[in-house]
């Protein structure tokens, strides 16, 4: 239900958009977040969006350089990536939360629906 993309390889400083498209209308309803998990290192939250997308939550290790969007007329949502570091290297996952709709969950295991990652890379 959930399909993300937009990963790819880039330097330090560089730019990412990610992208994940959803196949659910009941996606409209609820919130969402981005996930990412580095080699040998568990899942960690990045980002989340209610519903409406008016609240929205970052980790503080990407806070101000991400940003996190929503188009519920096109069921997708965004992850904007800008001054990355080798530190966000890592698979990105697109989530969504069936029992929450106005605040984005920090914890992965709250999460009902995955998509599949997409890998970031960031050179140094």
């Known amino acids: 239900q959930l399909q993300a993309s937009g990963g790819g390889s880039v330097e330090a400083g560089g730019s990412l958009r990610l992208s994940c498209a959803a196949s659910?209308?009941?996606?409209?309803?609820?919130?969402m977040g981005w996930f990412r998990q580095a080699p040998g290192k568990e899942r960690e939250f990045v980002a989340g969006?209610?519903?409406?997308?008016?609240?929205?939550n970052y980790a503080d290790s990407v806070k101000d350089r991400f940003t996190i969007s929503r188009d519920n007329n096109k069921n997708t949502v965004t992850l904007a990536m800008n001054s990355l570091t080798p530190e966000d290297t890592a698979v990105y996952y697109c989530?969504?939360?069936?029992?929450?709709?106005?605040?984005?969950?920090?914890?992965?295991?709250?999460?009902?629906?995955w998509g599949q990652g997409t890998l970031v890379t960031v050179s140094s």
């Open positions: 989530a969504l939360d069936l029992h929450r709709s106005i605040w984005p969950e920090t914890r992965w295991n709250f999460y009902d629906y």
């Open positions: 659910a209308r009941s996606f409209t309803s609820y919130v």
């Open positions: 969006i209610s519903w409406s997308g008016d609240n929205r």
